[in-house]
């Protein structure tokens, strides 16, 4: 099944299956490829994983060549990462959920910032007090295609595709830093895994974790002060105003 993305992106691509595709005027990426073996320690059942499942494909820096500079000079990246509706055993397939690193001197790691451009998401964030090392806040945030999801600093991750369709998503992050996953491997996972129970999703505490906050749900929300609405395109938002998005090299700008 072919769709058309560059009304939601503003850019010229396409997907075909879970192929994203590149039109003229956008130069090609190779995406990096996560296989369901790669995360087996993080799932619920990790006996029901088949190694070499393909769960979602990542495409890292896309951009028009005549914005590369632009996007350059401010230090960001922009993805595009598609996420292949499936179940491993009763789980629904994610990411397989990171924290950052800190930017230098402060304790404060850096954010990101998340589009929903076609499908459904669950966006699982965990707050990590940074000198307790304690998961504090569990939110999840539902998002459908439009929405923007702000990922706070000191929050570790997981996007979860909850339906049967395939989920496309966009993201600006700080280019060249290292994603942090050991944390959530070392806890086979985030705090809650999302599985299903007789066709419905429920939540499931991980009780590899000492502290397993209670689970706060919301809906994605606008946020205006960050360049983040419904209307525009998050690769469009940042063209319109780069310095909108600062704060994402420099989280103490931060105004949330």
Same mark, same amino acid.
């Given at each position: 099944?072919?769709t058309?993305?560059?009304?939601?992106?503003?850019?010229?691509l396409?997907?075909?299956?879970?192929?994203l595709?590149? #039109?003229?005027? /956008?130069?090609?990426?190779? *995406? !990096?490829?996560?296989?369901?073996?790669?995360? &087996?320690?993080?799932? +619920?059942?990790?006996?029901?994983?088949?190694?070499?499942?393909?769960?979602y494909?990542?495409?890292?820096?896309?951009?028009?060549?005549?914005?590369?500079?632009?996007?350059?000079?401010h230090?960001? #990246?922009?993805? /595009?990462?598609v996420?292949? *509706? !499936?179940?491993i055993?009763?789980e629904?397939? &994610?990411?397989?959920? +990171?924290?950052?690193?800190?930017?230098?001197?402060?304790?404060?790691?850096?954010?990101?910032?998340?589009?929903?451009?076609?499908?459904?998401?669950?966006?699982?964030?965990?707050?990590?007090?940074p000198?307790?090392?304690?998961?504090?806040?569990?939110?999840?945030?539902?998002?459908?295609?439009?929405d &923007?999801?702000?990922?706070?600093?000191?929050?570790?991750?997981?996007?979860?595709?909850?339906?049967?369709?395939?989920l496309?998503?966009?993201?600006?992050?700080?280019?060249?830093?290292?994603?942090?996953?050991d944390?959530?491997v070392?806890?086979?996972g985030?705090?809650?895994?999302?599985?299903?129970?007789?066709?419905?999703?429920?939540?499931?505490?991980?009780?590899h974790?000492?502290?397993?906050?209670?689970?706060?749900?919301?809906?994605?929300?606008?946020?205006?002060?960050?360049?983040?609405?419904?209307?525009?395109?998050?690769?469009?938002?940042?063209?319109n105003n780069?310095e909108?998005?600062?704060y994402?090299?420099?989280?103490?700008?931060?105004?949330?």
């Open positions: 099944m072919k058309d993305l560059s009304h939601a992106t503003g850019l010229p396409g997907l075909d299956g879970i192929e595709c590149f #039109r003229p005027g /956008i130069a090609p990426v190779k *995406p !990096a490829v996560r296989l369901a073996g790669d995360m &087996k320690a993080i799932f +619920h059942t990790p006996f029901a994983v088949e190694p070499k499942q393909a769960l494909y990542m495409y890292r820096g896309i951009c028009r060549p005549e914005d590369a500079g632009l996007i350059n000079r230090g960001l #990246r922009y993805d /595009i990462t996420i292949a *509706p !499936a179940l055993g009763p629904y397939v &994610k990411t397989a959920g +990171h924290y950052h690193v800190p930017a230098p001197g402060t304790n404060k790691s850096y954010p990101e910032v998340y589009e929903v451009l076609t499908g459904e998401a669950h966006y699982l964030l965990q707050y990590l007090n000198e307790t090392g304690v998961v504090e806040k569990a939110t999840l945030v539902e998002a459908v295609a439009g &923007k999801v702000f990922i706070p600093p000191n929050y570790g991750h997981v996007t979860i595709n909850p339906s049967n369709e395939v496309v998503m966009a993201n600006w992050v700080t280019a060249g830093f290292e994603s942090l996953y944390s959530i070392r806890h086979k985030a705090v809650y895994y999302e599985i299903q129970v007789q066709g419905a999703p429920t939540f499931v505490a991980n009780s974790y000492n502290y397993v906050p209670p689970l706060q749900r919301q809906l994605a929300q606008l946020y205006p002060k960050l360049g983040l609405v419904k209307e525009i395109p998050l690769y469009q938002a940042f063209l780069p909108l998005f600062r994402l090299i420099q989280p103490e700008l931060c105004p949330l």
